[in-house]
């Protein structure tokens, strides 16, 4: 009974039908066309695991394989990708060929299956690992740095991702942390005044919102949306608060 569930075998079976309808030509296009069909099938996991393989030399690049940042990528998996599918990833990243792929080649895994427009949502899910075990390493930095210009990403753009993860260490006597916070958010310095602040909030809405990610899976978009939150948040905040 095994045969009869086993997809490998459906394209020899195909072949007597073939044979009885066509003879040999028959059988050989009966053949083909069944291998066709169940090659289409599978499941293309190449996005999933240059992902995956990605994350884990982010966690390796500063030496010290953190155990909350591991955390983080299993559950962002989960969430992303549904358990059995980030299970079946998990296993196959053990022996898959992509482990020996160079950061440059992983990296064009994921440009040819993403927009441009959907390449931040990539670095801000690399900035939540390094910023797990509660500090972003320089050399986290420097990696997630490599993979962001592969995307195109200027230093001033990729420095607005990494501040909605990093809190500023500015200290001012004049304006309160939650303002000091709010500007590092948006990316301005304190002194700018009301339209530089409206001017960079509608900058970053207009990039980071989430509908740019439409036919995402569901956790790259819940990171994305709560990132997004956190802009208009301290947009609100500043409207209301500084003068």
């Known amino acids: 009974?095994?045969?009869?569930?086993?997809?490998?075998?459906?394209?020899?079976?195909?072949?007597?039908?073939?044979?009885?309808?066509?003879?040999f030509v028959g059988a050989i296009a009966a053949y083909f066309l069944?291998?066709?069909?169940?090659?289409?099938?599978?499941?293309?996991?190449?996005?999933?695991?240059?992902l995956l393989r990605i994350c884990t030399l982010l966690i390796?690049?500063?030496?010290?394989?953190?155990?909350?940042?591991i955390k983080v990528v299993r559950e962002f998996f989960i969430q992303t990708f549904g358990k059995r599918k980030s299970e079946k990833v998990?296993?196959?990243?053990?022996?898959s060929y992509i482990r020996n792929s160079t950061l440059d080649q992983l990296v064009t895994v994921l440009k040819l299956r993403l927009s441009p427009t959907k390449y931040y949502s990539v670095i801000?899910?690399?900035?939540?690992?390094?910023?797990?075990?509660?500090?972003?390493?320089?050399?986290?930095?420097?990696f997630i740095e490599d993979v962001a210009m592969q995307f195109g990403f200027s230093k001033d753009r990729l420095q607005t991702?990494?501040?909605?993860?990093v809190k500023a260490?500015?200290?001012?006597?004049?304006?309160?942390?939650?303002?000091?916070d709010s500007f590092n958010v948006l990316g301005l310095e304190p002194g700018v005044n009301i339209n530089d602040i409206k001017a960079a909030y509608r900058k970053l809405a207009k990039e980071y919102h989430p509908d740019k990610l439409t036919g995402m899976s569901e956790g790259i978009k819940d990171l994305a949306k709560e990132k997004f939150q956190m802009i208009q948040e301290a947009y609100e905040y500043l409207n209301k608060n500084y003068v």
């Open 1 to 23: 009974m095994a045969i009869l569930t086993d997809y490998k075998y459906y394209k020899w079976i195909a072949i007597l039908p073939g044979w009885y309808i066509g003879d």
């Open 34 to 50: 069944v291998d066709t069909l169940m090659s289409n099938k599978k499941e293309d996991l190449s996005f999933d695991l240059a």
């Open 60 to 69: 390796k690049s500063d030496g010290n394989v953190n155990p909350e940042e």
């Open 90 to 95: 998990f296993k196959e990243i053990k022996t």
């Open 124 to 142: 801000q899910m690399l900035y939540a690992v390094a910023a797990a075990d509660g500090k972003i390493q320089k050399n986290e930095d420097l």
């Open 161 to 165: 991702i990494r501040n909605q993860f």
């Open 169 to 180: 260490n500015t200290k001012s006597k004049k304006y309160s942390q939650k303002i000091i």
